[in-house]
């Protein structure tokens, strides 16, 4: 066994010779990398002589010796076999003598990379720190203003004009788009691999404090809290966190740079929050100049393991058909092919932009001067712009969003040479306030020449509509293989979706809480499209959900609205309800959370819908594998549906509800678990005794039945939907399935049933009622493609058996 000092004296004869190595390493750095050009039949940028070489190969021979060395200074480390001497990693300050030349970097992203609430953000932000000594061969076009992967998709070529050399080519290319993640992300990709296809593409995950963290007892988040370094912080576990900025994330960005080619890096994730706050800034959401310093060299220690790759020589592609983008947001310049009527150019100063720019749930406020044109609501405006390509080009519009509760900008419509209009509502219901403000929508095809465009308020606000740039593109027409891109093609993202005159909903929500769980979306697409056929045009489908592929997929539907969780802004009733809730459930209890989520979820979603103006009258709530076919208001002519707060078609899976039903039954969640006695009393009375887990048994601890056996209360949101269902029986209905008017089919896969087609009605054999809703429960969803080739005739048969014996 070693003594404590004889490995401590180890160590320091360890440090010594490692600094000896890497002042060696930097003396003969270049002279390895001539050699290797030699030897690869290349020349370098001066003539090596006869005794300049061996020269050389003695040093890089002596280099391999050092290594020796340094590996028998480690008692750990007691053989060393010969082979490559080791990579020191790089560290900042790098210095010429590290370099065979210098690293050509290109950066990125958003306020964070660009430098926001640093001193001096050339010297301090961490591209410059990368690309040190020579801070001249980075250009750093992060924008101090969060415009998203979408901007920079649509203009990487105007973006990059000011450098004025088109043979410029790049070594690494760092990415930070945090706030925006996957929006138009995967297409920026697309056209940078086109025109830098030998780049390193480095995604920089820089998580930000503010958004992972909770106090210890309670649970609440810095929104209530406020920064305050005295509270014992813990981290927000993955799975609970609203932002989809967690450093341990698989899928998003992460998932989509790897795809490419590229890496990843990630702040690193200490054990405590409190040993992460010094690497941000006051708002602890920006990095610090120490959090900066800790990001360069992680990103520099990451390129010293791919140095061939960094330096080796790279080709130059193309940007395709190329974009000319003109965007005013920042200095308030329009160039002179660019004219404007019924409109004007406002300046929002440092002190004016204060609330406009201020995000009080993630972002401190960020002091820029910002230009907006302003469309005039008294009169239709006009923008004059000239198409200079040969060929018709899509116009793409960026204006400003607004998140807040209520509706404050201005709806408008705008239209392009007399091709159809679109309509554009600013006012984003759901309140994401995590996503940049600058939103963009596909406005129609500019011809070569001069083209109009012309804006017609619809709907007056307070504030009028706001344009932030008017951008010619023709990448954009290649987006729309990628779902979430489409979405600025389809205009989804400007609330294009007109909402049922009706005032009726149905509402799918699905949320993976278990990221390992295999889900098989094709299913789930299936059960949405059919209901949205078997319901259109009088019910507007929905989907709130989360996920980086199901908002990937989900999206591409057509005629459906898909919100998307992940960035939604912060709820105070979840987290409320997260303080409150108290385990009670045989089932895992971050699913069991999830059920109890929803219902506010959709209590929120809905009532911010209505706040706008949309008619919302009632709201069928069906599960993923939860199939309707027929209007659900047909199955029970007894009721009057104006008043009746909920109806259940099927237990936790379909029911209808009205807004004032939902109102009161999350009303009923919070009053009973702020009342630990009322909890306890739904959990004693309407609640079921299983087996005990006692990790999962918080609320009553476990007892012992009559047999002596240790058992639990089991509830579920479904036991308090019962309770609260019993206190208003009249307008809270929970029919019999017997005396519905339509027929409601839970389908067990153990069981065989006889579908048969009359037209458009499904018929169960036996049973002369029309099927409204079906429920493929637990292993039958193996049956929902063969029932979709019947309901779609695409069987060749008006009849199907769906039996255990021949499942697809």
């Given amino acids: 066994m070693i003594s404590k000092e004889s490995h401590n004296s180890c160590l320091r004869w360890r440090c010594l010779l490692q600094s000896l190595l890497l002042a060696l390493m930097s003396s003969v750095s270049a002279s390895s990398y001539h050699l290797r050009q030699l030897d690869e039949g290349g020349s370098s940028s001066s003539d090596v002589n006869t005794d300049q070489q061996h020269q050389q190969q003695h040093s890089v021979r002596r280099l391999s010796l050092l290594g020796k060395l340094i590996g028998y200074g480690d008692p750990k480390n007691v053989e060393v076999k010969g082979g490559n001497p080791p990579i020191m990693p790089w560290v900042y300050p790098m210095t010429h003598a590290n370099l065979p030349r210098p690293i050509q970097i290109l950066a990125l992203g958003g306020d964070v990379t660009w430098g926001s609430t640093l001193a001096d953000r050339f010297s301090e932000a961490y591209p410059w720190l990368v690309g040190s000594p020579n801070v001249n061969h980075v250009d750093n076009f992060a924008l101090p203003i969060e415009m998203g992967a979408y901007y920079s998709s649509i203009c990487l070529e105007s973006i990059l004009s000011p450098i004025n050399d088109e043979k410029k080519n790049y070594d690494v290319i760092l990415l930070d788009f945090i706030s925006s993640e996957l929006e138009g992300f995967s297409w920026l990709l697309q056209r940078l691999k086109e025109r830098y296809p030998d780049a390193i593409l480095v995604y920089v995950h820089l998580w930000p404090l503010k958004a992972l963290i909770k106090q210890n007892d309670t649970g609440l988040q810095t929104n209530f809290l406020g920064l305050d370094t005295t509270i014992d912080w813990e981290w927000i576990s993955e799975e609970s966190s609203i932002h989809n900025v967690h450093p341990n994330m698989s899928g998003g960005t992460k998932a989509e740079i790897m795809k490419v080619g590229g890496v990843f890096y990630s702040l690193p994730f200490p054990n405590s929050p409190k040993d992460a706050i010094e690497w941000f800034s006051e708002d602890w959401w920006h990095l610090s100049a120490k959090g900066h310093l800790m990001v360069a060299n992680g990103i520099l220690e990451l390129l010293s393991t791919m140095q061939e790759r960094v330096f080796q020589h790279k080709r130059l592609g193309t940007f395709g058909a190329g974009d000319r983008c003109h965007n005013w947001l920042l200095d308030g310049r329009i160039p002179p092919d660019v004219t404007f009527s019924g409109a004007e150019m406002t300046e929002l100063s440092r002190s004016a932009s204060t609330p406009e720019w201020t995000n009080d749930q993630t972002h401190s406020t960020n002091h820029v001067d910002v230009w907006l044109l302003e469309i005039n609501p008294a009169k239709d405006g006009a923008i004059q712009v000239e198409n200079k390509f040969t060929f018709p080009v899509p116009i793409i519009v960026a204006y400003m969003s607004n998140r807040e509760q209520a509706p404050i900008f201005s709806s408008v419509e705008i239209s392009v040479m007399g091709q159809p209009a679109v309509k554009i509502d600013p006012n984003y219901c759901f309140s994401i306030k995590h996503l940049p403000k600058v939103k963009y929508a596909f406005v129609g095809m500019a011809n070569p020449g001069n083209n109009e465009v012309q804006i017609k308020t619809v709907t007056q606000q307070a504030t009028p509509f706001q344009i932030a740039g008017l951008y010619l593109s023709k990448g954009v027409e290649n987006a729309k293989a990628d779902a979430v891109t489409a979405a600025i093609y389809r205009n989804d993202v400007t609330k294009g979706l007109d909402p049922a005159p009706t005032g009726r909903h149905v509402i799918f929500c699905f949320m993976q809480t278990d990221p390992s769980y295999r889900v098989n979306y094709t299913l789930i697409e299936a059960i949405i499209e059919d209901t949205k056929k078997r319901l259109s045009p009088g019910w507007t ?268």
């Fill in 541 to 808: 489908v929905h989907v709130i959900t989360s996920g980086d592929e199901a908002v990937h997929r989900l999206s591409a539907l057509s005629d459906v609205q898909v919100v998307d969780y992940r960035d939604a802004a912060f709820s105070h009733n979840l987290a409320r309800f997260d303080n409150i809730y108290i385990p009670q459930s045989l089932n895992v209890v971050e699913y069991e959370k999830y059920c109890f989520y929803r219902w506010i979820m959709i209590r929120e979603y809905f009532s911010c819908l209505k706040a706008r103006g949309v008619p919302v009258e009632h709201i069928l709530a069906l599960d993923t594998d939860a199939l309707a076919l027929e209007n659900p208001l047909h199955a029970d002519k007894t009721v009057d549906w104006n008043t009746i707060e909920t109806y259940r078609l099927i237990n936790g899976a379909a029911a209808v509800w009205s807004l004032k039903g939902l109102d009161s039954f999350v009303d009923f969640i919070f009053d009973a678990y702020y009342d630990k006695e009322k909890a306890v009393k739904i959990a004693t009375t309407s609640g079921d005794t299983t087996k005990c887990v006692e990790r999962r048994s918080k609320l009553i601890p476990c007892f012992k039945d009559l047999k002596g056996q240790m058992v639990m209360y089991h509830i579920s949101d479904m036991h308090f939907y019962n309770a609260w269902v019993e206190e208003s029986p009249k307008i809270r209905v929970q029919q019999m399935h017997e005396n519905m008017e339509c027929l409601v089919v839970n389908i067990h896969p153990d069981q065989e049933y006889r579908f048969v087609r009359r037209g458009s009605d499904i018929i169960l054999n036996g049973d002369e009622r029309k099927v409204c809703v079906i429920h493929f429960m637990f292993d039958s969803k193996v049956y929902i493609p063969d029932f979709e080739a019947f309901l779609h005739g695409k069987s060749g048969s008006s009849e199907i058996l769906l039996t255990h014996k021949t499942p697809s």
